[in-house]
């Protein structure tokens, strides 16, 4: 039987959304408050700056009231945790509810992570977005709309969904127990690297709610992983953020180093290159996960297994001749 260098791809879907179950009680104000910020969570990897648990975050926001102008309340203005009660705070004083105001919110984290942005017509964030080999930023959006009242105005409780793609590649060992696998100069080649997002309505739980779409990616990028995996015994993984996008022709290409029970390197190749399939995961889509799951054996640095054919029990050799048993005559 003979094993060849496997590449499959799994798809999980990070969405899971936090819920506020407990009654804060506040003191009576008409200014604008935001409560705690929910993001959608995912597990750590290596390559990417995970945002799992937010601190801060820049926000947008404006009314109109009665086919009026519409009136500006913040620009770029920035948000921090701390504000007691599970109320945050921001820059430059506070703004009041609008009794009959409707109003539309768009936030985004981390800093600096969006360029061009701005509020489009209506009223969410449009922005161009790098995530290439220098960027590997998480990259949260938050959309909201309220309508002001005289009072009893609840704080502003914003849903942040990851924009972005995460690539996974998961490396597993298929030589014995034994044997040390490890991985390294991992080079992943064919990846859009850029394109414009457009806010349209708000965000929500789920997995779908994200706001807005992106268009079509453009670039063309090379992404560097960690420097070198040595594989364990459930697999060794590592990963990177991109631009949502078709999946075209994407290559990985490493090294592989094996070595013995005592350290001795028994094989080596490099450069391993092996296109990622396309015919079932077709595209990455925003806010999800998607791993590539590659098991190193034998075959992949051309050794040859140790295998066992069927076995065969070798027959019985009669002897010549039979040997006659005497029974002796009882005398009564």
């Not at 104000?29 to 648990?53: L, M």
């Not at 409780?157 to 014995?176: C, E, M, P, R, Y």
């Not at 739980?205 to 040595?230: I, K, M, S």
């Not at 092996?274 to 590659?294: C, D, F, I, S």
């Amino acid at each position: 039987m003979r094993r060849n260098f496997l590449l499959i791809a799994g798809v999980a879907a990070i969405l899971a959304s936090c819920s506020k179950t407990e009654t804060v009680e506040r003191p009576e104000t008409a200014g604008i408050r935001f409560d705690g910020a929910y993001i959608g969570y995912s597990t750590e990897t290596r390559a990417f700056t995970e945002i799992d648990d937010l601190s801060e975050f820049w926000v947008y926001g404006q009314y109109t009231k009665d086919d009026a102008s519409t009136v500006t309340v913040f620009t770029n203005d920035k948000v921090t945790e701390g504000g007691g009660e599970n109320v945050w705070t921001y820059e430059g004083g506070q703004r009041p509810w609008i009794d009959g105001a409707t109003y539309t919110f768009a936030a985004y984290a981390p800093e600096n992570a969006v360029s061009a942005e701005g509020l489009n017509d209506n009223g969410y964030l449009t922005f161009t977005y790098t995530s290439d080999q220098n960027n590997q930023e998480d990259l949260l959006y938050a959309a909201y709309t309220q309508n002001g009242q005289a009072e009893s105005n609840e704080p502003i409780a914003l849903i942040f969904k990851h924009l972005l793609s995460n690539v996974q590649f998961t490396f597993k060992n298929g030589f014995d127990k034994t044997s040390e696998v490890n991985v390294s100069d991992i080079q992943v080649t064919g990846i859009a690297t850029q394109a414009t997002f457009t806010g349209n309505t708000i965000t929500g739980t789920g997995d779908e709610n994200f706001g807005g779409d992106w268009d079509t990616a453009t670039g063309n990028g090379t992404f560097a992983l960690t420097d070198q995996l040595q594989i364990s015994a459930a697999g060794s993984s590592d990963g990177i953020v991109v631009i949502p996008q078709s999946v075209g022709t994407v290559s990985v290409t490493f090294d592989v180093e094996v070595k013995d029970q005592n350290g001795q390197i028994i094989a080596s190749k490099d450069k391993i290159s092996v296109n990622l399939p396309n015919e079932t995961t077709t595209a990455w889509a925003k806010g999800y996960r998607y791993n590539y799951v590659a098991t190193i054996t034998p075959e992949s640095v051309n050794l040859e297994y140790i295998e066992f054919e069927e076995p065969s029990v070798d027959k019985w050799t009669p002897s010549k001749d039979d040997v006659e048993l005497e029974i002796p005559v009882s005398e009564e």
